[in-house]
């Protein structure tokens, strides 16, 4: 049968591709369709007509699959915040287990890896302890809104519609966030809505409010309100600082970001207080850190309590170690692991979350702990004596090939390389396999209903 765009199909949907879409078969071309579910039987329109394969969406759900759920979130198929609300939840660990076996031996060229069953996170709901949420002067809408002539289109508080960066669906409760956290959305959207200063236009780059992130800390109950805006103006935010500092007792920092940039980041080029602490305290097992607005924090706190006790487990450490930890962010790793080795070196390039770890170490009472601030490459080049350890914890792009270099030079007895993207993951786990086996791998999903996953690998040196 010839493939063609516009074309209405009939497919049975038999596979899970990484990315989170489904996978039929056609006279043995692939189509990859939007939202569906193994076993779905679907009739679809097909949207994107390439050489190797296309893409399609659900015109109708013919018969369900056995694995497919209710999605109980209104927006489910429209926003991007999760995709796989539909899909069972032990499936989804069963497909991004598999995902990362996949991604080691196809992309990685790395076969017979121990990938362990993943281990699940203890909430699939409510779970997360940050939201970034877009400001926009066009709201997006709904299919059901489209006839509503009542309905407001010039102000969005929300998240993006998946694939794009200017269309924001308007948003009045994420259910990945603690319920307090989308009282406090409501709120802000009505006083920005209602304050005469423009939302930021993605398009034009004019326009006032850009983001509103929200930072919950899960073991004390608190919460931190970021304003991001394009210019500085604190007549504007006061009101609103001090209306949820007196409304929601648990809000304990209300902060300001001013950012010109045109970029859609929520990271300010500078910060003002406006009301109560300029951090937020979360707590780790027995240690507890400050987070400031800008800094990298696991976003599930359970969740990273899993993943670092598995860090723990692979770093294997008797005390006399000494560990070299890369990317290491405000401190969380270093911190974790400081009771258990001779001393802890961390590299990291933002110098805001270095400054974040120095004062986290000192308000554990942690002295093993060192921190230096600058490009990972060049730190690395300091480095003279090599590491007994090796603590990998980089960005979705994962490495640059010659920090893996640096890392083959240094020649520590293991690494352990903790990856929130498989198919970087297994990519450089490729070039250190040239003196590294892989001896295991445990996913820890920290991203449930979505097809994100953590993984962490250990590395035993040939």
């Not at 059901?144 to 508080?157: C, K, R, T, Y």
């Not at 398009?203 to 919460?223: I, P, Y």
């Not at 400054?355 to 990972?376: L, M, P």
């Not at 480095?383 to 270099?405: F, L, N, Q, S, Y």
């Amino acid at each position: 049968m010839r493939i063609k765009r516009g074309q209405e199909i009939e497919l049975h949907v038999s596979d899970l591709a990484f990315g989170g879409r489904g996978i039929a078969w056609v006279d043995g071309f692939t189509v990859f369709v939007d939202q569906a579910v193994p076993g779905d039987q679907v009739m679809a329109r097909i949207i994107r007509r390439k050489k190797k394969y296309a893409e399609a969406r659900i015109i109708s759900l013919l018969t369900p699959s056995g694995d497919r759920v209710d999605a109980p979130c209104p927006y489910s198929g429209w926003c991007g915040g999760c995709k796989w609300q539909f899909l069972k939840y032990d499936k989804q660990l069963e497909y991004k287990q598999r995902h990362v076996s996949e991604s080691l031996s196809h992309i990685g060229g790395i076969h017979g890896v121990w990938v362990h069953p993943v281990r699940s996170s203890g909430q699939i709901f409510h779970y997360r302890n940050k939201m970034e949420f877009s400001c926009s002067d066009r709201r997006w809408l709904l299919p059901s809104e489209l006839e509503d002539p009542n309905v407001d289109i010039g102000f969005a508080l929300g998240l993006h519609v998946p694939g794009t960066y200017h269309k924001v669906l308007d948003i009045d409760r994420c259910l990945l966030q603690p319920e307090t956290g989308n009282h406090i959305l409501s709120d802000a959207k009505l006083y920005m809505k209602t304050s005469g200063m423009p939302a930021y236009g993605l398009k034009t780059h004019k326009g006032f409010w850009r983001f509103l992130m929200l930072r919950h800390s899960v073991a004390l109950d608190q919460w931190m309100v970021n304003i991001v805006t394009s210019a500085e103006s604190i007549s504007s935010l006061r009101p609103l600082a001090d209306g949820l500092m007196e409304k929601y007792p648990q809000t304990v920092s209300v902060v300001n970001n001013i950012s010109t940039r045109k970029s859609g980041v929520a990271v300010g080029e500078y910060e003002i207080a406006l009301a109560g602490e300029n951090c937020l305290k979360e707590r780790l097992g027995p240690f507890e850190f400050e987070i400031s607005a800008n800094s990298f924090f696991q976003t599930n706190t359970r969740g990273a309590e899993i993943l670092y006790e598995v860090v723990r487990r692979y770093a294997d450490l008797s005390g006399s170690e000494t560990v070299l930890d890369l990317y290491s962010g405000i401190g969380t790793i270093p911190i974790w692991l400081s009771d258990a080795a001779k001393s802890i070196v961390g590299i990291e390039i933002v110098e805001s979350a270095v400054a974040d770890a120095e004062k986290n170490c000192s308000y554990n009472e942690v002295t093993n702990c060192e921190f230096r601030a600058g490009d990972i490459l060049r730190r690395l080049c300091d480095i003279t004596d090599a590491p007994d350890v090796v603590i990998i914890d980089p960005p979705r792009p994962g490495m640059h090939k010659d920090v893996v270099e640096k890392i083959l030079e240094l020649g520590p007895s293991r690494i352990v390389y903790v990856s929130c993207n498989p198919a970087t993951l297994a990519r450089d786990l490729g070039m250190l396999s040239e003196r590294y086996r892989v001896a295991e791998v445990q996913p820890v999903d920290m991203f449930p209903h979505t097809y994100h996953i953590e993984a962490v690998a250990r590395l035993q040196r040939h």
